[in-house]
């Protein structure tokens, strides 16, 4: 558990910094979050040392997945100015007093609820978490897989989404998506049925009801699963912010399906970012004609990471237990000719598709020998599959089973 001035540090870093800001990341991993205020308190940035990688002043490389172009010293400093520009407004005690009045708390790394999948994102991990709801966020997440898409899904969609949600709960595994329109809502709503455990990552604060049609639906996950953001109460969505939120999805998560996406899709990006944390990325495919799966096809031919899945089955396979969650062999049906003996098999293939043909020409043509033939020609008669004719014997007309 960690300190009380260091949970304050944090609540405050998390209304003055926007999400997954690597500069900051970068400045927390040196100096801890609490020395990280001081340092943005200060007149002046920290001294520079481009040679340690660690340094936050250094230049901004790719330390963690997807990291961004360099900021420069101008960079840098514009940013500091933004950090020190909102802390007048922004009062940590007022945000702990406004979570808790909501029936939430605020996780950081070093509880024993913090997802310790989430450090996976090196310099861009969650400063801390905004949480609502009853459920261990550990806990539920340990087993967990993210279920993306577009918003405007299509019926095909939205009933692979809810139906391999609610199977997947049923298995015991927590539902990680976005609590958007279409495919997101679909998974939540398919948890749901199934009394499961679903997790909704916001991007914006858990209070904020965005969509605001989907009010209803969010009572129903703070009531029996979990609300997270990374920002504060109060706060508004922006679309920096919902890409960003895409990390955190990701990284939650064993992997990612993507269920239906267009070429250009949100979904997408959170399947980029479970590529690069070395995540599995699952896809559906749908219709060559539909606009709402041309993503999908595209990351099942252009990515070689990106695999195809059908159902609950094979998305386990991959991000289960190797021996407890394979996917069953994938078989066609079963035909009556299967079931027979590999010599009865012979005989049977050995019968002219047309007219007839004696047992002796049967026999030969098998690689049989006579009484071998008239066995089989028996098996075969009492089954249905031939029956006497003029010249000896013929294919039934209608066998059981071809």
């Known amino acids: 558990m960690i300190s009380a001035e260091e949970r304050l540090a944090r609540a405050l870093l998390t209304r003055i910094a926007e999400p997954g800001d690597e500069l900051l990341g970068r400045l927390i991993a040196k100096e801890g979050a609490i020395g990280a205020l001081d340092v943005i308190r200060s007149d002046s940035l920290p001294a520079t040392d481009p040679s340690d990688p660690g340094d936050p002043t250094g230049p901004i490389g790719p330390a963690g997945p997807a990291g961004p172009a360099g900021l420069g010293k101008d960079g840098v400093a514009r940013r500091f100015a933004a950090w020190r520009a909102r802390l007048p407004d922004a009062e940590p005690q007022r945000l702990l007093a406004a979570c808790d009045a909501l029936q939430g708390r605020l996780v950081c790394p070093g509880d024993a609820e913090w997802p310790t999948q989430l450090d996976d994102l090196g310099d861009r991990r969650p400063y801390a978490l905004w949480v609502r709801g009853d459920q261990d966020l550990r806990f539920g997440c340990l087993r967990s897989v993210a279920i993306v898409g577009a918003r405007a899904a299509t019926s095909y969609g939205i009933n692979v989404a809810a139906e391999m949600a609610a199977e997947l709960a049923d298995r015991g595994w927590t539902v990680v998506s976005g609590g958007a329109y279409g495919i997101d809502a679909a998974a939540h709503r398919g948890v749901l049925a199934a009394d499961g455990l679903t997790v909704a990552v916001f991007a914006c604060g858990f209070d904020v009801t965005y969509p605001s049609s989907h009010a209803g639906l969010f009572t129903e996950i703070a009531r029996h699963g979990l609300l997270v953001s990374e920002l504060p109460p109060g706060a508004p969505p922006t679309r920096g912010r919902f890409l960003v939120r895409n990390r955190t999805i990701a990284a939650l998560t064993r992997g990612t399906v993507v269920v239906e996406a267009a070429r250009r899709s949100g979904a997408i990006s959170t399947a980029r970012h479970a590529r690069d944390l070395r995540r ?3 896809v559906v495919p749908g ?21 195809c899945v059908t159902d609950t089955a094979e998305v386990l396979d991959l991000v289960g237990l190797i021996g ?19 010599v009865t098999r012979d005989v049977l293939e050995a019968i002219p598709a047309r007219g007839g043909a004696g047992t002796a020409r049967i026999a030969v043509s098998a690689g049989v020998d006579l009484d071998t033939a008239l066995a089989g020609l028996g098996a075969l008669s009492a089954a249905g599959f031939v029956e006497r004719c003029a010249k000896g014997w013929k294919l039934r007309r209608r066998p059981p089973d071809r």
């Open 280 to 282: 599995a990325v699952m």
């Open 287 to 307: 219709p060559v004609t539909s606009a709402a799966s041309a993503g999908c096809h595209v990351l099942l031919r252009e990515w070689g990471e990106a695999v």
């Open 324 to 342: 407890d969650d394979l996917a069953p062999e994938r078989r066609g049906p079963v035909l009556d000719r299967d079931r027979l003996d590999p």
